[in-house]
Nanobody
Framework: QVQLVESGGGLVQAGGSLRLSCATS???????MGWFRQAPGKEREFVAS?????YYTDSVKGRFTISRDNAENTLYLQMNSLKPEDTAVYYC???????????????????WGQGTRVTVSS
């Protein structure tokens, strides 16, 4: 069982930046990790993932960067040039294994954090 704890959310003005963190209880280097988000009234959607390969959804390419610190077993999501449409609860997720495959569906992931709220004001 892998436990995930997100932090770093908050309120920011459009154009601003936030860095989300996801602390894990396991060895992050053996898991494909992902970030998802869920806006009010909408389904949870893929944002970015990192296994042997990194993937982003089109709407965040060039603005968000996913990274991980294997020594600290922590996943990050650096979010720049934030827009009001980025407002959502952001979730960290992990698969039991690591690969190069692009996993973008929530059911592809085995473990989830509780989420951290990001609000971008216009």
């Amino acid at each position: 069982q892998v436990q995930l704890v997100e932090s770093g959310g908050g309120l920011v003005q459009a154009g601003g930046s936030l860095r989300l963190s996801c602390a894990t209880s396991g060895h992050i280097s053996v898991h494909t990790m992902g970030w998802f988000r869920q806006a009010p009234g909408k389904e949870r959607e893929f944002v970015a993932s990192m296994g042997w390969t990194t993937y982003y959804t089109d709407s965040v390419k060039g603005r968000f960067t996913i990274s991980r610190d294997n020594a600290e077993n922590t996943l990050y999501l650096q979010m720049n040039s934030l827009k009001p449409e980025d407002t959502a609860v952001y979730y960290c997720a992990a698969r039991r294994t690591i690969s190069s495959t692009r996993y973008i569906i929530p059911s592809d992931y085995d473990y989830w954090g509780q989420g951290t709220r990001v609000t971008v004001s216009s």
